[in-house]
């Protein structure tokens, strides 16, 4: 994928439904008594590995485009596999279905591509078998291919090491199915989109500070699901529209929940001028339409708290700094070492063959900004992520940016390089 010099991004979009939302829907709805209807749910290849799992699990499950029924069979009704379950690319649906998987009377074994066979699952390992779980890494290396056999679960208070939604719904979902309740704190909130939502299908799930608790055993009913647009998705082109001189560009729709609205803080930090339109809250959900201009951007600090609310969109933050005038410290978020790619190595590489001035440090980055980038061969590591920050930096670069493995967008947001393309006022991709 060749991108080139834009001169001006204009106009209206909706960006795909949120990803994490959609895979939520999909496990809530197979293990609910009665229908789920989805609507806007995301059609990438993640959710689609979690829509497979659940119907190799004797779920009836139909999608047509973004339109999902499932009709589930409450928290006992799934059955066994006749495969090996497979995640594709997905930890969110590896770690989650693991804490339901744990509470199930047959064995599974769950694996995926070769990026999730590298990603840690030690950090789920370890709490589900505190709650009596019988969960391993069939070779022995705290990575999938995970087996999972039946046991009977009882509920902890665990102490998250690590500020992780993914961690912390694995956790709460094995709690369903324990005896007495289950709690969990983080040292930061992650996203809360599990509590939200289990709440809707009918959990007794509550929130304080950085603690989520669950009582087991409930009755969980199907529910209809409208999902909104996905802030990571749209993090494309806040970047976009800020970046490229001349642009305005309206995104619809765009969930704004206050555990993944670090991108619209630091970007306004940083000088961006974005304004929230038609705020609106639904199922538990915030959502409002963005309004980006250009504008030029001035670096900044971001670590701490603010990490989990912004984790995937530290790539493409990373592309706006490299290009704003002064410092940008990106600290505390070791975490990004561990995605899709190493997000902090893949970045920096890239960033360098494009003329940036970026050092990697143990837990970020460090990026002086330069008034411009050049054209250069993009590595995306087959990390979508990766492949849609760059082709933001090929809008603005002098020369062309050449993606490799850009297909990878089909993970979150199989229509990228077309909905990009319909805002460009005069380029070719
Ligand atoms: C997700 C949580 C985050 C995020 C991932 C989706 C989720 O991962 O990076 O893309 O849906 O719960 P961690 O829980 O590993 O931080």
Redesign the pocket.
């Known amino acids: 994928m060749k991108i080139t010099h834009a001169k001006s991004l204009r106009g209206e979009l909706t960006v795909p439904g949120d990803k994490?939302i959609s895979?939520r829907a999909v496990m809530f709805g197979s293990i609910s008594e009665g229908m789920t209807e989805i609507t806007n749910f995301l059609n990438g290849a993640d959710c689609l590995s979690t829509i497979s799992c659940f119907q190799k699990m004797g779920i009836d499950i139909t999608q047509k485009d973004t339109n999902v029924t499932i009709h589930g069979k409450g928290l006992h009704g799934l059955t066994r596999p006749d495969s090996v379950l497979d995640c594709g690319n997905s930890?969110?649906t590896t770690r989650l279905i693991s804490g339901i998987l744990a509470g199930q009377s047959f064995e599974t074994q769950l694996t995926g591509d070769a990026s999730i066979r590298k990603r840690p699952m030690k950090r789920i390992i370890t709490p589900l078998s505190l709650m009596g779980a019988d969960i391993k890494s069939m070779q022995e290396n705290e990575c999938a291919p995970l087996i999972i056999r039946p046991a009977s679960l009882h509920g902890i208070h665990y102490d998250s090491p690590v500020a992780?939604?993914?961690?912390k719904?694995s956790i709460l979902l094995a709690g369903l199915y324990a005896k007495g309740p289950t709690s969990v704190t983080e040292p930061h909130l992650?996203?809360n989109h599990t509590e939200i939502m289990l709440h809707y299908f009918g959990a007794e799930v509550t929130s304080e500070g950085t603690t989520s608790s669950l009582m087991p055993d409930v009755f969980l009913k199907g529910q209809k699901v409208h999902v909104p647009g996905d802030i990571s998705s749209a993090a494309y082109f806040l970047a976009a529209g800020l970046l490229v001189p001349g642009s305005e560009i309206l995104i619809r729709n765009v969930g704004i929940n206050k555990t993944r609205d670090g991108i619209l803080r630091v970007l306004k930090e940083m000088g961006g001028n974005i304004t929230l339109l038609n705020e609106q809250y639904d199922q538990g959900e915030p959502t409002a339409d963005l309004l980006v201009k250009s504008s030029p951007l001035h670096g900044t600090i971001i670590g701490g708290e603010l990490i989990?609310t912004l984790?995937?969109e530290i790539p493409v933050l990373a592309i706006a700094a490299s290009l704003a005038e002064g410092t940008t410290i990106i600290r505390d978020a070791a975490?990004l070492k561990v995605?899709e790619s190493n997000r902090i190595d893949v970045m920096v590489e890239n960033l360098s063959a494009m003329g940036a001035a970026v050092q990697a440090t143990e837990d970020g980055m460090i990026i002086e900004g330069k008034p411009s980038l050049k054209g250069a061969k993009i590595n995306s590591c087959n990390d979508h992520r990766i492949a849609m920050s760059f082709a933001v930096a090929g809008l603005i670069a002098e020369g062309d940016v050449d993606i490799a493995g850009a297909e990878c967008v089909n993970i979150s947001y199989p229509d990228f390089y077309r909905d990009l393309y319909s805002l460009c006022q005069k380029q070719l991709i």
């Open positions: 994490s895979h930890g969110t992780s939604a993914q961690v719904s992650s996203r989990p984790i995937d975490e995605k």
